[in-house]
């Protein structure tokens, strides 16, 4: 099974959107996942469409950041601010463990519109992962997630990434998300930011933030400090 190169965030912005057909065009990249709650999402279709990778297209599930489509989560506290996503809400160590009735359906109603709107636009492909691994965030998160995107058809879903040194905790709670992945849904054995290419592992798949900065197309790796790489064609 060759790499996947996946460009996350399109729909983000006009100079992200750009980025990501420049990527398809030059051989960077052979996927992306769209945010349908961000302010360039309604040029997507037509620029995968036009530019031949509208069958790459998955989409990339945000719930930490942007306004959400649903009014029910909007107005909850738990989750936004001012009718925005509280970043990082699911950081919290209650919230890997315990999330209450009124939040899941908050939750389950929040995933359902954004899918709709990735169908009702268009988009086919049956793969889904998400922002910030939302959706790998906790196991009453992935579950969630794994239960809706089975019911509207998905097939493939990205995998949690792990790390060395991590506690045994941590551990336990990645590798029961993991397994619950990888029962469900077609995925890959390995997961890595770009900037780590190539590594010499099978099965693969890269996150790439593809962005233009000061006219040159890079993997954004902060968008904080604007610190990139520039990208190897692979394809």
């Not at 729909?11 to 052979?30: E, M, T």
């Not at 936004?80 to 109603?109: S, T, V």
């Not at 965030?137 to 879903?157: E, H, L, N």
């Amino acid at each position: 099974m060759k790499a996947i190169i996946n460009a996350d965030d399109f729909g983000l912005s006009k100079s992200v959107n750009d980025a990501i057909r420049i990527c398809f065009d030059k051989g960077y990249v052979n996927r992306t996942t769209v945010m349908t709650n961000m302010p360039a999402f309604d040029e997507c279709y037509q620029i995968a469409s036009t530019n031949g990778f509208l069958d790459k297209v998955g989409i990339h599930l945000v719930l930490d950041e942007g306004v959400p489509l649903t009014e029910t989560i909007k107005r909850n506290p738990h989750f936004c601010k001012d009718g925005r996503f509280i970043k990082a809400w699911y950081a919290k160590p209650m919230r890997k463990f315990f999330i209450c009735k009124n939040d899941r359906n908050c939750l389950e109603a929040e995933i359902e519109a954004q899918i709709k709107k990735f169908k009702d636009t268009g988009f086919t492909s049956k793969h889904i992962d998400s922002h910030h691994f939302v959706h790998t965030s906790s196991p009453i998160v992935v579950d969630i997630v794994c239960r809706i995107a089975k019911k509207y058809g998905f097939t493939s879903m990205r995998t949690i990434a792990t790390a060395d040194g991590e506690n045994f905790i941590k551990r336990i709670l990645k590798g029961f998300i993991k397994n619950k992945i990888e029962t469900n849904f077609i995925t890959t054995a390995n997961f890595a930011p770009y900037k780590k290419y190539p590594l010499d592992i099978d099965d693969i798949e890269y996150m790439a933030h593809p962005d233009i900065i000061n006219g040159d197309v890079v993997d954004v790796l902060s968008r904080k400090t604007n610190e990139s790489r520039g990208f190897i064609q692979i394809y």
